[in-house]
């Protein structure tokens, strides 16, 4: 009689998601150290979870801690994305008038949001990295620069232009003109 394989006995592969502190220490949001000193905590304090602690020691806000409690596992699972700065603020890495300034700064430089936060010190590149590691991993090799870097580079340039321009003609007047020499008494 011939073998008859039935697939519900074959074992299921299941993926566990990462731990809290795995995941926080990944994203550069806290160190090793600070992790196991949480842990030792923990003993002493089972009551209060790992982000609980590493939030009530300063390390992280209590919300990223929560965000990637509860939220990152399923998030990286997805396949529809938000912007990166809706996930940061989620996180609250970021705060939304961060945000607006950093889409400020990116309409009149062209450079991308991520490299926005990370040069005005919001956030660090390794946690921007890890971030569009998980989220959107097609970005993490591209340019820092968006596409409309080049139109955003000719308006500033044609507007230093008109800038040289008036301080050049602001010169010409200012050395046609006696030097006035006012003494103090």
């Known amino acids: ?30 160190s090793l150290p600070q992790i196991e000193l949480a842990l030792q905590d923990q003993i002493y304090y089972p ?3 790992l982000g609980e602690i590493l939030a009530l020691r300063g390390w992280i806000k209590q919300e990223t801690a929560d965000f990637f409690a509860q939220e990152w596992w399923t ?34 430089t062209g450079i991308r949001f991520g490299s926005v936060a990370v040069l005005q010190g919001l956030l660090k590149s ?28 000719q308006q500033h340039q044609q507007s230093l232009n008109t800038t040289q321009n008036t301080e050049y003609q602001l010169s010409q007047d200012i050395e046609d003109e006696e030097p006035e020499i006012i003494w103090i008494d």
């Open 126 to 153: 390794k946690t921007l990295d890890f971030f569009l590691m998980y989220l959107f991993p097609k970005e993490l090799g591209s340019s820092s620069l968006v596409s409309k870097y080049q139109i955003n580079a």
């Open 47 to 49: 009551y209060l979870r």
């Open 75 to 108: 998030l990286t699972k997805h396949r529809t994305r938000k912007p990166l700065g809706y996930y940061l603020q989620k996180s609250a890495l970021i705060e939304e008038k961060h945000i607006e300034a950093i889409l400020e700064e990116q309409r009149i």
């Open 1 to 30: 009689m011939p073998k008859v394989h039935s697939w519900s006995s074959q074992p299921k592969i299941l993926i566990q998601p990462k731990s809290l502190g795995m995941v926080l220490q990944e994203a550069h949001l806290v």
